[in-house]
């Protein structure tokens, strides 16, 4: 039997519930924000993620699937979106006179990682990224945005974990000074963190491994900012005040790929365990220049939408399957083709509306009707039909009634029900 490859997973009809309703919170929250939607190739050339994301990252020495394609064009499944995006974003002029283009995504993104709870090869992120403007208020609004996310979907328990790295100069300071602090206890580093203490000592800050972590959590660290960026940072942190977005300063929030400057942030769920981080973001200024485009500032975050998911499952939000409003029953051999034409003209009214085409007893297409939750039923019975009639039942009160063929259509429309099929959430 063939399986789905380790490190991706079906997402099924019960679970996809809750999948729509973040994907749907996110699309109506990014559109207050005044953020549009982009669409990117999930395949790009990887040379894309390599001088974008960085050649010594995680990502692109471990991570990446990289294969080269019929016409031996190096192609990569995309690890992320931020990449494609500013790609996209200069390929198609899209640079906005005067503030920035704002656009939000959502969508698959690939690593070959070790496959563990919160931690797929195929995996889906939802997130924003707003191009074009340096301006302190422009790093309030994105994290205030995600936490409104986050507040809109019911997450609770969740923790936003600010730093600033400064801008290129002020990071190499800090990575020269990190190496200093790293350097007493390189011997004790695991041997992935003794390859990053040459190649992306921040790295260091991100290990797992037991020992690494202790080293990381003690070693010091010393915020040294140039003005500009001090400056910046405090006004940032002043917005998110004003705004009531609570935040901690924590000077250990690196982020391991090339292109942050700036902002950096993190955002953890108490529930999750190890695998607790559930959005990540920050400034790249410098990336739309490395990637060919003019100097252009920018900011932007991403959810990992699994995280969300079981963040949510965490606060056990309730979330119902879509249920049909009707359920057409037959009572008359014949008229199964009279009651898929009705089924039809329901349906093409925009009612959500069932049957069962199994020709199985009255009795078991109510109890059909009763496991699908739905909330009228309308039986079509040889002697009703001779009258151009059919039985309409009102599911919740039991109630039944004759009602003419063709006024089923506009009855239903004006009857008030509490059991709406908009499949939408409760929380
Ligand atoms: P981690 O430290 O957990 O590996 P990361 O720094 O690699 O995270 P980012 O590249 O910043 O993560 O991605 C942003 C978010 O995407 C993460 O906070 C997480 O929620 C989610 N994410 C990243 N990698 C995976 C994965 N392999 N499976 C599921 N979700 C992921
Ligand atoms: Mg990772």
Aim: contains cysteine; aromatic residues 8%; glycine residues 8%.
């Amino acid at each position: 039997m063939i399986k789905a490859l380790r490190g991706t997973k079906d997402i099924l009809p019960g679970e996809s519930d809750l999948w729509q309703f973040i994907e749907s919170t996110g699309r109506d929250i990014f559109n207050i924000y005044g953020y549009n939607e982009i669409r990117t190739p999930i395949i790009e050339e990887a040379s894309l993620f390599i001088r974008g994301i960085g050649d010594l990252t995680d990502i692109v020495q471990k991570e990446m699937y990289v294969f080269s394609d019929r016409g031996n064009r190096r192609v990569a499944l995309r690890p992320e979106a931020t990449a494609s995006i500013v790609r996209a974003y200069i390929e198609n002029s899209m640079s906005q006179s005067g503030g920035a283009a704002k656009l939000f995504y959502t969508g698959p993104m690939f690593r070959s990682e070790r496959p563990q709870q919160g931690r797929q090869r195929q995996f889906y992120q939802i997130g924003v990224e707003a191009i074009g403007s340096d301006s302190p208020f422009l790093d309030a609004e994105v994290i205030a945005l995600a936490v409104r996310f986050l507040d809109r979907l019911g997450v609770k328990n969740y923790h936003v974990k600010l730093n600033s790295l400064g801008c290129q100069k002020d990071k190499m300071a800090a990575i020269a000074k990190h190496k200093e602090n790293f350097k007493p206890h390189f011997e004790k580093l695991c041997d992935t963190c003794k390859a990053r203490f040459d190649k992306n000592v921040l790295r260091i800050f991100d290990c797992k491994g037991d020992t690494c972590r202790v080293i990381a959590e003690n070693v010091k660290v010393e915020a040294a900012l140039c003005n500009d960026c001090e400056s910046h940072f405090k006004k940032v942190k002043q917005c998110l005040d004003e705004l009531g977005v609570k935040y901690t300063v924590d000077h250990k929030i690196v982020r391991g790929l090339d292109y942050y400057t700036k902002t950096v942030f993190e955002i953890t769920q108490d529930d999750l365990g190890a695998k607790d981080a559930i959005c990540a973001g920050g400034r790249y200024n410098n990336l739309v220049k490395e990637l060919g485009g003019k100097d252009t500032p920018a900011t932007g975050f991403a959810f990992g939408v699994e995280r969300l998911a079981l963040a949510l499952k965490a606060v056990s939000c309730q979330h119902s399957a879509v249920s049909p409003k009707v359920f057409v029953a037959v009572a008359g051999e014949g008229l199964y083709p009279e009651a898929f034409k009705l089924l039809d003209s329901l349906r093409g009214a925009g009612i959500a509306s069932e049957m069962d085409y199994d020709e199985r007893s009255l009795k078991s297409q109510m109890r059909k009707a009763e496991k699908l939750g739905a909330g009228f039923v309308v039986i079509l019975g040889e002697d009703e039909f001779k009258k151009g009639k059919a039985v309409l039942k009102d599911m919740s009160s039991g109630d039944q009634k004759e009602i003419m063929l063709n006024e089923i259509i506009s009855a239903l429309h004006t009857i008030k029900t509490s059991q709406v099929a908009e499949g939408n959430l409760r929380s």
